[in-house]
């Protein structure tokens, strides 16, 4: 992904477009901070209660461990394991101005997004500025939209083990 990640920033740059990847691997902790922003108590427990029920109790007790968390904008729709963030595969990424700061907005500046969009896809990446649920600054390798869904609990386990987020 850091060989994508450096082409992206090269290509975007040769058009005319300056970014910043802000955002690259995520641990499970702060992935579970960021799904708890925002939400409701009964829908952080609906969430917990659905990953044990598919055997992923192992993840909703990192959404429980790290406690409620400030901030009423929900900034993501994955929890802990969830998101191609977790496994070193995403990277999150905006335009810049000539001043150097960030152009968050999509739709009042619409060129850069669109030049961004473009080099991910002739890179190969799966594109959030694309999805029908969008996530504009989202790139990740994979087509597959969360992790729990291609895993079983064992094998996601597995890998995060290896990967050093999840101890034994």
């Not at 477009?17 to 992935?31: D, P």
Request: charged residues 30%.
């Amino acid at each position: 992904m850091r060989e994508k990640a450096i082409k992206f920033v090269e290509k975007c740059s040769e058009r005319g477009v300056t970014v910043l990847i802000y955002c690259t691997t995520r641990s499970l902790e702060r992935q579970a901070r960021l799904f708890r922003q925002g939400r409701t108590h009964l829908q952080i427990k609906d969430r917990m209660y659905k990953l044990r029920k598919r055997g992923f109790g192992f993840l909703a007790e990192i959404i429980d461990k790290v406690g409620p968390q400030r901030g009423s904008k929900i900034v993501t729709g994955a929890g802990p394991g969830e998101s191609f963030h977790n496994y070193a595969e995403a990277f999150d990424a905006a335009p810049l101005n000539s001043a150097g700061k960030c152009m968050w907005d999509h739709k009042t500046n619409p060129e850069p997004w669109g030049v961004m969009w473009e080099v991910g896809e002739e890179l190969g990446l799966n594109v959030g500025g694309r999805w029908k649920w969008f996530d504009g600054p989202h790139f990740q390798l994979r087509k597959g939209s969360n992790p729990t869904r291609i895993y079983t609990p064992e094998k996601l386990r597995e890998i995060l083990i290896k990967n050093k987020l999840l101890k034994e």
